[in-house]
Nanobody, 118 residues
Framework: QVQLVQSGGGLVQPGGSLRLSCAASGSITIIFAMAWYRQVPGKQRNLVATMSNSGTTNYADSVKGRFTISRDFARNTVYLQMNSLRPEDTAVYYC????WGTGEFDAWGQGTQVTVSS
């Protein structure tokens, strides 16, 4: 079984920065991809950024140039550095990790609130 524990988030003023972390633990042999999603109440969860095992990254158009996804391979941890934050970035952010351990897994973090407001 694979567990994801998120940290970071909170309240920040527009234009500010935050960094989210997500540490994966458990039976992990290989990680295929790590990603961040976000969700606002009453709406679907949307993809923010992804990183493949080869290091290829993709971003939602709304965050390109402002957010950066990165990974610590040794610690099975993924980060999301968020700069130039806007009120519309306010959401609950979730990390997602797909890989193989005792079997194939697709795990989610517990979610963390990010609020951008003056």
């Amino acid at each position: 079984q694979v567990q994801l524990v998120q940290s970071g988030g909170g309240l920040v003023q527009p234009g500010g920065s935050l960094r989210l972390s997500c540490a994966a633990s458990g039976s992990i042999t290989i990680i295929f991809a790590m990603a961040w999603y976000r969700q606002v109440p009453g709406k679907q969860r949307n993809l923010v950024a992804t990183m493949s095992n080869s290091g290829t990254t993709n971003y939602a158009d709304s965050v390109k140039g402002r957010f950066t996804i990165s990974r610590d391979f040794a610690r099975n941890t993924v980060y999301l550095q968020m700069n130039s934050l806007r009120p519309e970035d306010t959401a609950v952010y979730y990390c997602n990790v797909q890989g193989w351990g005792t079997g194939e897994f697709d795990a989610w973090g517990q979610g963390t609130q990010v609020t951008v407001s003056s």
